[in-house]
């Protein structure tokens, strides 16, 4: 085995654990707070609740709501200034994968003078950020608990994977209750990006002793609430082990990888401005129809941990269940086809491709999967998800 495992050094799991945010901001020495975040969850109430919080422990916070779902370089350097002008000391990341992942990198770029792009691919920055605490409110990215950023480039239109120790949170506080507002939709996307942590986690060419355990727990838990959360949005089983899934399923794939569903997910986030675990949830079933081939076992694996094959199936007819499986999982969740959710002609689409396919190949993760497609082959996988 060779394996790195970063997580956070604490990372606390409890219904109600967003209220120790106070404690541990002081714990971490903080005068004061950028509490970084989007305005639904101003208006929901929570950052107020959150700031009362801070205020209350001596810890004065100021609210940067300017994070855009898949966040940008500009909302990032917008927060930073707010940070600078209001001399914070420290970084609390509340929401989805976009507030905590816009609060990562604001967190570096208060230490690092340097132009965000420098900080895109792999261990790119240099010295540890502020202190950091993530609230997910998701259930959701694991971004909490990863050494992950995805900030868009907008001079580029391409999504910046960053991948630094040094952008793991001080804290987690992952606290399901947060998540029990979450509408059907929403429900449905960033479950399905769960549990595409959990299945490109362990059949990441870099899976490993550390992470599979991890994400077969994530796999396995995901497979058995994420319905009931999507049809019973008040069902707290169902979302307590949903949040439990994303934070299991990040931990798993920071320290795997993710692969070409995530890789091919991102140009098409990136050009056709789609959520992020709605364009995964969208390529998973035909990405994984194509890569079976690289990992039969392990995709038979999957494929008995969700239930789509008996204990006894052999390993061909369970990995080959497992594709079906997602197709009627998204069917279920109302989740069609690609071209139900942008709305673009075809042949604007098809003009995309080649440098959609490029840009996957480019971003490193179509590396890690256990069949490697050429350029050509991407540009046919995207065919067959329109
Ligand atoms: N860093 C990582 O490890 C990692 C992993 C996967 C995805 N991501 C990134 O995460 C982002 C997506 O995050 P996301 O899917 O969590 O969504 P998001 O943060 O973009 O939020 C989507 C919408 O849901 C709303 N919302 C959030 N919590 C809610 C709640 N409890 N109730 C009601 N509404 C709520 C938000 O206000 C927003 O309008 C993408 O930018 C993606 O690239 C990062
Ligand atoms: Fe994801």
Redesign the pocket.
Known sequence: MNAQFNVPSTIIVAGGASQQLAAQAARLGGRRALLVT????VA?G?VKRCADQLAAADIPATVFSG?K???TDENVREGLALLRKENCDLVVGL???????AA?VIAVAATNDAPLREFAGYHRIARAGLPLVLI???A????EV?K???I?DTGRDQ?MMMLDVH?LANVALVDFE??????AS?TA??GV?TLT?GIEACVSKKANGLTDPLAEQCIRLTAANLLTAWAEPANRPAREAMMLAACLG?MA??NSSVCLV?GMS?PV?AVFHL???LSNALLLPEITRWSLRGAVARYARIARLVGAAADSAPDESASASLPVYLEQLNARLGIGRLRDFIHVDQTVFEQKLPAMAEAALASGSPQNNPALPSTDEIVALYRRVW
């Open positions: 989007d305005a639904t969850l929901s929570l994070v779902p898949d966040p929401g989805g994968g976009s507030p905590m992942d990562k997910p409110t998701t959701g990215t694991g971004s990863t992950v950023a995805v868009t999504k952008l947060l998540s029990l507002t979450m509408p929403l996307h960033v990006d942590h990040g794939f920071a995530h991102r986030g959520a992020h675990g």
